[in-house]
Nanobody, 124 residues
Framework: HVQLVESGGGSVQVGGSLRLSCVAS????????MGWFRQAPGQEREKVAE????????????VKGRFTVARAGGKNDNAKNTLYLQMNSLKPEDTAVYYC??????????????RGQGTQVTVS
């Protein structure tokens, strides 16, 4: 069982940057597909970015060129086991709760794997 804890959210001005972090525990994330989702009030959940166990990343069209997903992994419990989302050139429409997700092996139906509690990002 994997536990995911997001951090790094907050309020930022239009055009600003934030970096979200997702610390995983319970397993080494190098074996997992990892990703970020977001959901704004009254809107459908959107997969923002994902990175598979080989390091291949994919982005939604709405964030491509502005957001970067990256992972750090280690071979022991004390090493960094973290997923990042660097968000640049932020827009008001990026305002949402951002969730980290992980699924061992495949990125298929990533949301149905493990998820964090979310972190709020507000752009104004």
């Amino acid at each position: 069982h994997v536990q995911l804890v997001e951090s790094g959210g907050g309020s930022v001005q239009v055009g600003g940057s934030l970096r979200l972090s997702c610390v995983a525990s319970g397993d080494t994330i190098s074996r997992y597909c990892m990703g970020w989702f977001r959901q704004a009030p009254g809107q459908e959940r959107e997969k923002v970015a994902e990175i598979d166990s080989a390091g291949n990343s994919h982005y939604s069209e709405s964030v491509k060129g502005r957001f970067t997903v990256a992972r750090a992994g280690g071979k022991n419990d004390n090493a960094k086991n973290t997923l990042y989302l660097q968000m640049n050139s932020l827009k008001p429409e990026d305002t949402a709760v951002y969730y980290c997700a992980a699924r061992r092996g495949s990125c298929y139906q990533l949301w149905l794997g493990f998820r964090g509690q979310g972190t709020q990002v507000t752009v104004s």
